[in-house]
T-cell receptor
């Protein structure tokens, strides 16, 4: 069975500084990895995904993520954080199993960007 | 496309009452997911459908919960009878077929059972 861990409940960063939100995964087959963001009282919004190919994936709002197969990680990064990036971030993995295509989400990491 | 549409956005009901949550997926999507989000348990998958057929309902808490997808453009999640511990935000999401495709989420239904 697949699983996702986000080791930090909360990440604080100053505006303009680089940010990293960590994610590690466990999956038996090929990992398809996703990042989502959730703003207050809103649904989850898709940011980016890794399917295959280049390990560095670029997504919406200047975010990118690096897939590292040996470390089973898919950390979300941004070179310069904005206050408006403050939100809840979810990493997810999808695997083809006997049941078909199911998403498994991590517990979420709350990012606070301080002005 | 208007995205995934859920109704109602907010629902307050008394314990013991039946609650029905509704979802219209994005046209052309053939996978539909129901999730529940709480502070204590985070985001939990309740059930998902592929081509209108329930594939995995192992996340449905108990027999009080049921979900249907009578056609490709509509799904319901019903709780009968509702209990205070069912209070949560319920999300519906849809995606195209294929495990490399992302899911698109609705705005959610905030359910409060008093």
């Amino acid at each position: 069975a697949q699983s996702v861990a986000q080791p930090e409940d909360q990440v604080n960063v100053a505006e303009g500084n680089p940010l990293t939100v960590k994610c590690t995964y466990s999956v038996s087959g090929n990992p398809y990895l996703f990042w989502y963001v959730q703003y207050p009282n809103r649904g989850l919004q898709f940011l980016l995904k890794y399917i295959t190919g280049d390990n560095l994936v670029k997504g919406s709002y200047g975010f990118e993520a690096e897939f590292n197969k040996s470390q089973t990680s898919f950390h979300l990064k941004k070179p310069s954080a904005l206050v408006s990036d403050s939100a809840l971030y979810f990493c997810a993995v999808r695997d083809v199993n006997n049941y078909g295509q199911n998403f498994v989400f991590g517990p979420g990491t709350r990012l606070s960007v301080l002005p | 496309d208007a995205g995934v549409i859920q109704s109602p956005r907010h629902e307050v009901t008394e314990m013991g009452q039946e609650v029905t949550l509704r979802c219209k997926p994005i046209s052309g999507h053939n996978s539909l997911f129901w999730y529940r989000q709480t502070m204590m348990r985070g985001l939990e998958l309740l059930i998902y459908f592929n081509n209108n057929v329930p594939i995995d309902d192992s996340g449905m808490p108990e027999d009080r919960f049921s979900a249907k997808m009578p056609n490709a453009s509509f799904s319901t999640l019903k709780i009968q009878p509702s209990e205070p511990r069912d209070s949560a935000v319920y999300f519906c999401a849809s995606s195209l077929g294929g495990s490399g495709t992302e899911a698109f989420f609705g705005q959610g239904t905030r359910l409060t059972v008093v």
